[in-house]
Structure formats: structure tokens, C-alpha cells
């Protein structure tokens, strides 16, 4: 085996460390060899679950420094929504964030409630599905 064996690596996470930003990642390919304390490759703050299979980059000294580049999609974990014109972001919780880039729509689906913490400016109309519940003033005009 050359150096070159180990620079990209498939393997399973079973370590998070939240305050670092790295993982831990098991090699079951190599003996279930383990590479700890390695950064994510993210410009956004994500970690991958436990178990969960990810790619690894590593400098060509060996297992001691790289990156965990992240999941990948496989049969296992397939693309949610199989379409090259929408940006997907799901959450195991049941949260999808959809932006359709063809069509510049943003969906956000959500299975438990969802906080806003900030005021909300609408230049367009409003539709509510549903009932509103409204815990403060209610002003401006309403015409028809």
C-alpha cells in the first residue's frame, strides 16, 4: 500500500466534538482504525449524525491531519428530493428547506412549530391556511 491509499477515505462517524468542530471517524475498511479530531469541511455550522457514513480527505503524511469532507448520497442516504434545480436542506427532526432555483420559490415544511424572532415585512399578499392566533395589537386598514 502507498501513500497515496489513504489521502481520500470512506468511513463511519462515532465521536462528535461540538466545540472544535471535529469529528471522529472509524475505518472499518482498515481494521476499524480510528482518525480523530478531524475539522469539518464546512463553511456552515453542521455535524454529521453518529453512524453516518462520510468521505475524508487527508494530507498525504497520513490518518493524523485532514478534513471530513461529510455524507455523501448512497442507497442508504439518497437525495430527499431528486431534482438539479432545488437546494435541499433536511433535518432528521422532519424540517426541509426547499429553494426551488428554477422557479426562485423558498419552501420551508416543518413538522413541529416554528419561532420567528424577528419583525416580518410582507410586500406581497398573505395567505393563511390555517387559523390565526394573535397575542398583541392588530392595526393599520383594511379594505376590500
Known sequence: MNELDNLIRVGEVDGINEHEGTVRVTFPDRDDMVAEDLALFSSEQWFPQIKESVVCLFLPNGLQQGFCLG????NENPPPIPNKNKFVKKFNDGLTLEYDL???????????????NSSITSNGNV???GNLTVSG???????N
Open 137 to 143: 395589537t392588530i392595526s393599520g386598514t383594511i379594505s
Open 102 to 116: 428554477k422557479n426562485n420559490k423558498l419552501t420551508i415544511s416543518a413538522e413541529n412549530p416554528v419561532t420567528i
Open 127 to 129: 395567505t393563511i391556511n
Open 71 to 74: 455524507p455523501y448520497f448512497n
